[in-house]
């Protein structure tokens, strides 16, 4: 077990931050998450109760130095399909623009991802009119391969819909039952993420999206049931060491944990855990290297005393065995 390294306090205190996409763009680390407002919503299972509506970008010139908002660089308001919960984000750098993606209900209660570019890292962005076509749910991520080509990584359960999408088309379902329940249980195969290639404006997908096959150590699909190692949210895409780690969240039993596999499209083999349980109900990741060391953002609920659906974001050190597995991070241990 790994304790990571300090600092283990909020990136920013001033506003309640979640779901932090870090990226090194312009020799600095800036951190795309969602904005978490203040309300008295109760959590129905569905993910009503988190209120956002807007994005602030943050950055930072070192890991010892003092973070910086660059303020809102894109609100709701802004964007002509989407009606409300801007969600985890995420952003890219391709053809000297700077792309930043982001999921939102649209007009019929539909969870779509879309685009918005912009010329700095920091913002502002500017959305595209539309949502990108054929996508759904929630949680992009996006990467951009050593050979220039662009993957999407999306999916998550319960108030992100995944489920909802087994039939290549959206089922609305019994929204009176609880979250899940239209979806596979026991033994049958999880639900799976879905990732599709970008076209090179990075603004629409070269074809449909396709879904991702996790496998455990005998190479078989994860089961539903399998709820410590199955998909359930927030998908991130880095490569160590010409291999390429897909990982995610388990949702309900609160663990960060990692694939690999030897192409970005997949399949990918369940190698291990990355983070134990924080205090909050979610974990929402990224992985980045930075100066030669390797970075775990990650957020918890310690800023608000617990309440889950008002975050905070922070970061520790994360580090690899000799033969490319991770360590296992304690999240409130010393270090």
């Known amino acids: 077990m790994f304790n990571g390294s300090k600092p283990k306090t909020p990136l920013v205190t001033h506003i309640y931050t979640a779901d932090p996409s870090a990226h090194v763009f312009e020799d600095k680390i800036y951190i795309y998450p969602s904005h978490d407002l203040e309300n008295k919503g109760l959590d129905d299972g569905k993910g009503d109760h988190f209120k956002m509506e807007d994005y602030h970008v943050l950055s930072l010139d070192d890991m010892d130095a003092p973070c910086t908002d660059h303020g809102e660089a ?76 662009a993957y999407m990584y999306f999916g998550g359960m319960w108030g992100g819909q995944l489920e909802k999408w087994q039939s290549g088309e959206f089922v609305l379902g019994d929204e009176n039952a609880f979250p899940g329940s239209d979806g596979p249980s026991g033994n049958e195969p999880a ?5 599709a290639e970008l076209n090179d404006d990075m603004l629409s997908f070269k074809a449909k999206p396709q879904k991702i096959q996790i496998l455990d150590e005998n190479g078989e699909p994860l089961t539903a049931g399998d709820t410590d190692r199955r998909y359930f949210e927030g998908p991130w895409m880095h490569k160590y060491n010409g291999k390429y780690y897909f990982s995610y969240s388990t949702g309900d039993t609160h663990y960060l944990v990692y694939a690999v596999g030897d192409s970005p499209l997949g399949p990918f083999t369940y190698k291990g855990r990355i983070l134990e349980p924080v ?57």
């Open 74 to 149: 894109l609100h709701i308001n802004d964007v002509p399909w989407a009606d409300t919960q801007m969600w985890a984000p995420d952003a890219a750098y391709k053809n000297g623009k700077y792309y930043f993606y982001f999921p939102a209900k649209d007009k019929n209660g539909i969870f779509r991802i879309g685009a918005a570019v912009g010329d700095s890292p920091a913002g502002p962005f500017k959305a595209e009119p539309d949502y990108i076509k054929d996508s759904f749910s929630i949680d992009p991520a996006v990467l951009v391969d050593d050979d220039g080509r």
């Open 191 to 195: 639900l799976s993420p879905y990732v």
């Open 279 to 335: 205090v909050g109900w979610t974990t929402h990741h990224s992985i980045v290297e930075f100066k030669g060391k390797w970075y775990l953002f990650y957020h918890d609920s310690s800023l608000s005393g617990g309440v889950t659906h008002l975050r905070c974001v922070m970061y520790t050190e994360l580090k690899y065995n000799q033969d490319g597995t991770i360590e296992t991070i304690e999240p409130y241990g010393e270090g």
